[in-house]
């Protein structure tokens, strides 16, 4: 599986969504999957990939928490998460959505 973060630096939570990508990936076995990330820094930059703000999670090319929210704006990106709005979604969250994915 091929995951991306995508991400711009003025919003710090890319870092921790990079830990809960990684927790997630030992849970579902793929702990050796590597993920890598694309600082996004113009807006042109955001509008050629599938950007739904700081940090988005790409699994294959597909967004891990999908929304209708797309957007080439250089800004941070909320989601709704069980525990309630946070800036990356939770590691169980992700798991579901590498579960499904695979």
Same mark, same amino acid.
């Given at each position: 599986? !091929?995951?991306?973060?995508? !991400?711009?630096?003025?919003? @710090?939570?890319?870092?921790?969504?990079?830990?809960?990508?990684?927790? &997630? %990936?030992?849970?579902?076995?793929?702990?050796?999957? &590597?993920?890598?990330?694309? =600082?996004?820094?113009?807006?042109?930059? &955001? /509008?050629?990939? =599938?950007?739904?703000?700081? @940090?988005?999670? =790409? %699994?294959?090319?597909?967004? /891990?928490?999908?929304?209708?929210?797309?957007?080439?704006? %250089? &800004?941070?990106?909320?989601?709704?998460?069980?525990?309630?709005?946070?800036?990356? @979604?939770?590691? /169980?969250?992700?798991?579901? /959505?590498?579960?499904? !994915?695979?």
């Amino acid at each position: 599986m !091929h995951i991306e973060i995508l !991400h711009i630096n003025e919003c @710090p939570n890319w870092v921790e969504a990079g830990t809960r990508v990684e927790a &997630a %990936l030992a849970e579902v076995g793929h702990g050796d999957d &590597a993920v890598t990330y694309r =600082l996004l820094t113009t807006s042109s930059e &955001a /509008a050629d990939v =599938l950007f739904a703000g700081s @940090p988005t999670i =790409l %699994l294959d090319g597909v967004d /891990a928490v999908p929304t209708d929210g797309r957007t080439s704006d %250089l &800004a941070c990106r909320i989601y709704r998460t069980t525990e309630g709005f946070a800036g990356v @979604p939770t590691v /169980a969250e992700l798991v579901e /959505a590498m579960q499904r !994915h695979i």
